[in-house]
């Protein structure tokens, strides 16, 4: 009897210790989420009270700035009110949530990268596992078998390159993998709405913001914009973005 309660109880710490290698990381990427979303919020306030106290200023001269030269010295350079105010509105209708966005989604996929590698490191026969027919870790460089100093290391290098080989590829790709190896199902608007997201980030980073092919391609019905056009990238939008990768 006395044996069988021992058993129970290092079965229950272990289902423990188990819960909480997936429990932590979610609970991280939730609360950075929130704190990305507070911050933008503060900034996004601050901004709009600032440009409303240069506007009633009754001094309209030049300010002086110091930025960082090419040479890493530092310059000046000067920037009527008018200016600073359109630069000022330009950040809280955009510029802001865009740079929110890219950390969003990053904060996303490195959730998806910590909750896969922790089932590669404990099923490793998962990394055979083929996406759209292709086995990702099927090439192996001969360098990483030979300069790895212990199994333990051999196998986090082969999940290092599995992961990169996944998540270079379009989010399509990587979420089915990501269903296989983790035997989830994810809802199809959830995967959609994040798709569009994902392109959202593309063209804020590769292309000023602006609606491309690529785009529209990859967003198809949830497209919020034609050809060239600049993505609305606002308060709203980047709501909705956070409520999304949290339900993700």
């Not at 089932?119 to 998962?126: D, E, G, S, T």
């Given at each position: 009897m006395a044996a069988d309660s021992k058993k129970k109880k290092k079965k229950k710490r272990k289902k423990y210790?188990?819960?909480q290698c997936f429990r932590e990381p979610r609970n991280r990427a939730l609360r950075t989420l929130n704190n990305t979303y507070v911050l933008t919020s503060f900034i996004d306030k601050s901004l709009r009270d600032l440009q409303r106290t240069l506007l009633k200023s009754e001094k309209k001269t030049e300010q002086e700035y110091v930025v960082p030269s090419s040479n890493g010295e530092k310059t000046v350079l000067s920037r009527d009110s008018e200016e600073i105010s359109s630069v000022l509105e330009n950040a809280?209708?955009?510029?802001?949530?865009e740079q929110g966005i890219i950390v969003a989604v990053a904060l996303a996929e490195d959730y998806l990268q910590t909750t896969l590698k922790t089932?590669?490191?404990?099923?490793?026969?998962?990394l055979k596992q083929n996406v759209?027919?292709?086995n990702v870790?099927?090439?192996?460089?001969l360098d990483i078998i030979l300069d790895a100093k212990s199994k333990d290391q051999l196998l986090s290098r082969l999940i290092n390159k599995q992961m990169q080989g996944i998540f270079y590829g379009a989010p399509s790709r990587y979420f089915e993998y990501i269903e296989a190896v983790l035997n989830v199902k994810l809802p199809a608007d959830l995967k959609r709405q994040f798709v569009e997201i994902k392109a959202t980030r593309d063209v804020i980073v590769h292309n000023s913001g602006r609606v491309?092919?690529?785009?529209?391609?990859?967003a198809a019905e949830l497209a919020r914009g034609k050809n060239n056009e600049?993505?609305?990238?606002?308060?709203?939008?980047?709501?909705?973005?956070?409520?999304?990768?949290?339900?993700?």
């Open positions: 210790r188990n819960y809280y209708n955009s510029g802001i949530h089932v590669l490191r404990w099923f490793p026969h998962k759209a027919g292709e870790v099927k090439s192996v460089n491309n092919e690529t785009y529209l391609e990859k600049k993505l609305a990238v606002n308060s709203e939008y980047f709501s909705s973005t956070i409520s999304h990768l949290k339900r993700l």
